[in-house]
């Protein structure tokens, strides 16, 4: 399996920017396909998720209306529509693939995720 996350760079605050994650390797039905991200000195949190086939989306509440997370099923891709962005919203941001049978509640737990891709930077200035 391979991720390979992009679309990252800087970005005045209030703007947007799109993170695309191209999946390779197999299918990814009943995947879950999460965002995470890791500010400086911080730990990696969970931005958003999706479920392969169902479509179903998750947010942490900081991104919650500003975020949109989608998949391209042609494409096997899966993207992060980030608008409003702000200068917290700095950090380094990463595609992950949790396997089928993860259940909905672990789906926003970094301990679900098998497969990392390698991160693209995000930085918002002020």
């Known amino acids: 399996v391979q991720l390979q996350a992009s679309g990252g760079g800087l970005v005045q605050a209030g703007g947007s920017l799109r993170l695309s994650c191209a999946a390779s390797?197999?299918?990814?039905?009943?995947?879950?396909m999460g965002w995470f991200r890791q500010a400086p000195g911080k730990e990696r949190e969970f931005v958003a998720t999706?479920?392969?086939?169902?479509?179903?989306?998750y947010y942490t509440g900081s991104v919650q209306g500003r975020f949109i997370i989608f998949r391209d099923n042609a494409k096997n891709t899966v993207f992060l529509q980030m608008n409003s962005l702000k200068p917290e919203d700095t950090a380094v941001y990463y595609c992950?693939?949790?396997?089928?049978?993860?259940?909905?509640?672990?789906?926003?737990?970094?301990?679900?995720?098998?497969?990392w891709g390698q991160g693209t930077l995000v930085t918002v200035s002020s």
């Open positions: 992950a693939a949790a396997p089928p049978g993860t259940i909905t509640s672990a789906s926003r737990s970094i301990k679900a995720y098998q497969y």
């Open positions: 390797g197999r299918t990814f039905r009943n995947y879950y």
């Open positions: 999706i479920n392969w086939s169902y479509g179903s989306t």
